[in-house]
């Protein structure tokens, strides 16, 4: 494992990607910055942190025989990563809420952003951008619903030490991913899933509200939603959104 600390960059996911493009990296290598001016979250959505109080890095991982049809157990693994490092934190009512964002309650503590590269039909690499809200106790108006280690705990952690213990919480459940142990890795997932078979209110992307309930997650990484006519829709990403 190899770990590169820089003061301050637009985005660690970004600096991981052009390394990769331009050297012979590492497999495992983790890029952490104190200060993130230009996060990045899903779908080109900003990440905003303050310096030196949070955990912002990106992970580079090499795979050499998972399939792309496979890569929703990538995202299933790195997300219980996080989950199970703030349940040992004792962070209360965690749930990871589709696809990969973490809460406590209902506000954000972590966001995660995975980047895969493919080849022919098999994942040749990722970079997994991970932003979790640690020491920051005061968020933007915008982010009104954003928490923290702090905040929930009453505690300051130190962010190299709990930067260690989420790389080796990442290493156990990725190895999980690469010794295709989906269905434990599928209940887990779903075991800590936001709203699985609770009956909610959502928004398409057309901005029709429905009420329908989480049933799990398609073959290809979608949300499954049971629909009052007791039909399942299946939405991606940004199709679909919690009213």
């Not at 899933?193 to 009420?211: A, C, G, Q, R």
Request: hydrophobic letters at 40%; one cysteine or more.
């Amino acid at each position: 494992m190899k770990i590169i600390k820089l003061s301050a960059i637009d985005s660690t996911n970004s600096f991981l990607k052009n390394l990769a493009q331009n050297s012979s990296l590492e497999n495992f290598t983790a890029v952490v910055t104190k200060h993130q001016t230009n996060g990045r979250g899903q779908q080109e959505s900003g990440w905003v942190t303050d310096p030196n109080k949070n955990l912002t890095f990106s992970l580079f991982l090499r795979f050499k025989d998972i399939k792309i049809e496979q890569k929703k157990y990538l995202n299933f693994a790195v997300s219980l990563a996080v989950y199970n490092l703030l349940f040992d934190k004792n962070v209360p009512k965690l749930s990871i809420k589709w696809p990969n964002d973490i809460l406590s309650v209902n506000s954000k503590i972590c966001g995660i952003l995975i980047e895969n590269t493919f080849s022919g039909d098999r994942i040749k690499n990722t970079i997994i951008g991970i932003g979790l809200n640690v020491n920051q106790e005061i968020f933007p108006q915008f982010n009104r619903s954003a928490t923290s280690l702090k905040l929930k705990t009453n505690k300051e952690y130190n962010l190299d030490l709990l930067l260690d213990e989420l790389l080796k919480e990442i290493e156990k459940t990725v190895n999980l991913f690469k010794s295709k142990k989906f269905d434990q890795l599928d209940k887990m997932y779903l075991d800590a899933l936001y709203k699985k078979n609770i009956p909610t209110m959502f928004k398409d992307s057309k901005d029709k509200v429905f009420m329908g309930m989480i049933s799990g997650i398609s073959k290809n990484g979608n949300l499954l939603i049971i629909l009052e006519d007791d039909s399942i829709k299946e939405f991606g990403i940004k199709e679909v959104s919690f009213l």
